[in-house]
């Protein structure tokens, strides 16, 4: 299943992301994370879930 990232301003919170979903994460959306958390812009995993939805 794909990940999607939503891009939230709350360090915190962000930090808060699954580990799992981190490992998991294909290159270009590491080399995207890294870039905008130079502009201050965090990111939270998540992950698809079966009904079409996100969590």
Do not use: C, H
């Not at 490992?23 to 870039?35: F, Q, R, S």
């Not at 905008?36 to 698809?48: G, P, S």
Request: net charge positive; proline share 4%.
């Amino acid at each position: 299943m794909a990940n999607k990232i939503r891009a939230i301003k709350n360090k915190r919170r962000a930090i808060n992301f699954s580990q799992k979903l981190i490992d998991n994460a294909t290159p270009a959306e590491l080399i995207l994370k890294k870039e905008l958390e130079k502009r201050n812009v965090y990111f939270e995993f998540q992950k698809a879930v079966p009904s079409g939805g996100w969590k």
